[in-house]
């Protein structure tokens, strides 16, 4: 398994985020350094997330169509990309199967 392909040093929260009767399924990363990050799946679904901090989304496997807030533009994404939102914004996601993602916070 590559360096990028896991994380090293990393404390993780036992209890899960579910959100939207458990179509997205998430649990906190914590590092050294006290940043965060969360890592999970999201099910075939419309959903619409709200951001505190910025926020880069990475898409480790699936597809989905995302809308940022203000825009009328939807952009497709899949395994190996990532779209970036800010903070105290919005995103329209429509996850077209099954993705599993890593949220980088800040």
Do not use: W
């Amino acid at each position: 398994m590559s360096a990028n392909e896991r994380f090293d040093g990393v404390s993780v929260f036992k209890k899960a985020n579910v959100y939207f009767d458990g179509k997205c399924v998430s649990h906190a990363l914590e590092f050294a350094d006290g940043s965060r990050k969360s890592i999970g799946v999201i099910l075939p679904s419309q959903l619409v997330f709200n951001t505190g901090a910025p926020e880069v989304m990475e898409v480790l496997d699936g597809r989905c169509k995302v809308t940022l807030a203000g825009s009328d533009n939807a952009v497709v994404y899949s395994a190996g990309q990532s779209f970036s939102v800010p903070g105290n914004s919005s995103f329209n996601i429509e996850t077209l199967e099954t993705l599993h993602y890593v949220c980088h916070f800040g």
